[in-house]
């Protein structure tokens, strides 16, 4: 099988079809906008960083991508379009010869907290859609890490200029032990190159292919606004994506104003530990709380 990937802002659409068919071959449909993003994925399916063998094209021209498309394919009889990524005009010449030479087609749905794909074959002149099958674990937070930035390094629990864990490093301590032994995979102090110290995500976690991000607070000021906003950032289509969950977790019993409803607008998931105690570990309760409402945002 060869998989044409149309690829658009968020790489997720393309890597979770890629690793889940594992075709012989994948071709990169790439415009100068999204070539960061198909160099690191190029990278995620072959460890390579070389887009020669891929394909750039205009991303508002349909007759020439028709057309370079069929320059780069040649035949026709093993391919595949991943209609999922792209501007929909890349979309529509790539469904264009789809539907010309009776090729099927897929689409990753990913509404409903699950990732599933939706294949389509041409029967009789036909388009008929086959059952949407869920895709297995096939990605693990470096894998979301390294398609979405161009580096990162792990820092672990914030710390005070000694060294020595402060307040907000024994909460993330805290939160990353209870959660560990509960979720499919935690990753602590995680901070992104490129963006100076503008950006530093406290835990990423992982539930099959789902991947979140929390941002952690003991109370006062941070917990409210500057903290939202922080996720906000990380979140960005530039940074982490639209599919990356974000989570505040905090030691107080509310965030202060009008920061609840800010945070539901932002689609935040919100969550109190009041009952945290400094250099303490998290109660068994507190912990499968946590981990409850965690696992409910993410999977369903």
Known sequence: ??????IGEQPIPNLLPVRSLKPNETLLVYTQRTEAVARRLRKLISNIDDLSGDLRVEPYDMAKTVQNLQK?????????????GGTKIMSLAAFTLALQYR???????????????????????AIVS??????????????????HLPGYRLEGYHSDKNGQL???????????????????????????????????????????????????????EDAGKRALDQLKMAAEPTYLGTYTKQFLITASTKLKGRNDLLAQKRNITVIHLPNYQHGRSLSKDDAERLAK???LALSG
């Open 130 to 147: 086959k059952p949407p099958e869920e895709i297995k674990t096939v990605i693990n937070i470096d894998d979301y890490l390294r398609a």
């Open 72 to 84: 780069r394919l040649h035949s026709f009889d093993d391919v595949v379009f991943n209609l999922t």
């Open 103 to 125: 090729r099927p087609f897929i689409y990753l749905e990913s509404e409903r907290k699950r990732s599933s794909l939706r294949q389509y074959e041409f029967e009789n002149g």
């Open 166 to 220: 402060d307040a907000g490093g024994y909460f993330e301590k805290a939160v990353h032990h209870a959660l560990q032994s509960r979720l499919d995979e935690v990753v602590a102090g995680i901070r992104p190159e490129g963006v100076e110290e503008q950006i530093e995500i406290d835990l990423a976690v992982r539930i099959g292919n789902q991947v979140g991000i929390i941002e952690l607070k003991t109370g006062g």
């Open 1 to 6: 099988m060869r998989l044409v990937s149309l």
């Open 293 to 295: 409402e965690i696992r």
